[in-house]
């Protein structure tokens, strides 16, 4: 049996099999899953990302690795120095094909609203930071953990009047224009070269990365959750950033 289509522990989620490259279509989030999480996204560049390993998974997967993750397409470029060209961007909003097409699938629209909203209430709190995505808008507060509930509160209500989607995260809520999310730009790239064909695998650690989880299982793949243990729909999982990082490099070191 596949590797990638080994079954989940009946226990829960369990350690994950190293992963058979050959067969694989890897999807990985940033945050919290390859980088450590900061306390501003700014704080995470170059050296916070595992060059050398992304390089050699790159190529041992023939290029069938993509980033998926809520950051901006420029952000993604700035902290993997364009050393992955399959990105999905904005939580699935934003794609950018192998090819290096980009297909954006929402404007601002409301959300230019909902950030003047958010910038108001960070302009009274400094430990609050304002995140413009252009088709999302995210309020952290990692570094004032005591006003989550002032922010989540202020997010749904915005939410609810300017009919967006709103997402929460860890130390972070967004309000995002409708569109494709996670799941649906796994599904996508699954259906161009080089992934068509291979068994999908998506590694994150938050909420929104659920929807890759499943897009992944529902394709023959599974999914990993790093980080500690919450209720998730992932097959398996590691415990943090340092042993995702492991795991991937267990992978390499077999196929030499």
Same mark, same amino acid.
């Given at each position: ?32 899953? #390859? !980088? ?5 996204? *700014? ?54 094909? #192998?090819?290096?097409?980009? #297909? ?7 959300? !230019? ?17 304002? *995140? ?8 952290? &507060? ?14 749904? /209500? ?15 809520? *967004? ?39 499943? !897009?992944?299982? /529902? ?16 097959? &398996? ?15 390499? *070191?077999?196929? /030499?």
């Amino acid at each position: 049996m596949s590797l990638a289509h080994a079954p989940r522990p009946a226990t829960g989620p369990g350690h994950p099999p190293i992963l058979d490259l050959d067969r694989t279509a890897l999807f990985l989030d940033v945050d919290g899953t #390859i !980088a450590d999480l900061e306390a501003t996204p *700014e704080a995470v560049g170059p050296a916070s990302v595992p060059g050398g390993l992304l390089d050699a998974l790159s190529q041992r997967l023939g290029g069938r690795l993509a980033v998926v993750s809520g950051r901006a397409l420029a952000d993604l470029d700035r902290v993997f120095e364009g050393r992955v060209p399959a990105v999905a961007a904005v939580h699935g909003l934003v794609r950018r094909r #192998i090819d290096g097409q980009v #297909i954006e699938r929402a404007g601002p629209g409301p959300v !230019a609203e909902a950030l003047a909203d958010l910038k108001a209430l960070a302009k009274a709190d400094p430990g609050l930071l304002v *995140e413009d995505k252009g088709a999302a808008v995210a309020l952290h &507060y990692r570094r004032h953990p005591d006003a989550g509930p002032a922010c989540r509160d202020l997010a749904h /209500r915005l939410g609810e009047r300017l009919a967006l989607p709103v997402l929460e995260g860890d130390m972070v809520v *967004e309000l995002r224009a409708p569109g494709p999310d996670k799941g649906a730009a796994v599904a996508a790239f699954m259906a161009e070269a080089p992934f068509a064909g291979h068994a999908p695998v998506f590694v994150g650690d938050d909420l929104t990365d659920e929807d890759g989880f499943r !897009a992944a299982q /529902r394709m023959g793949g599974f999914g990993v959750v790093v980080g500690a243990r919450r209720p998730t729909t992932a097959e &398996y999982a590691v415990a943090g950033v340092a042993a995702a990082r492991a795991w991937l490099a267990a992978a390499v *070191e077999r196929e /030499r």
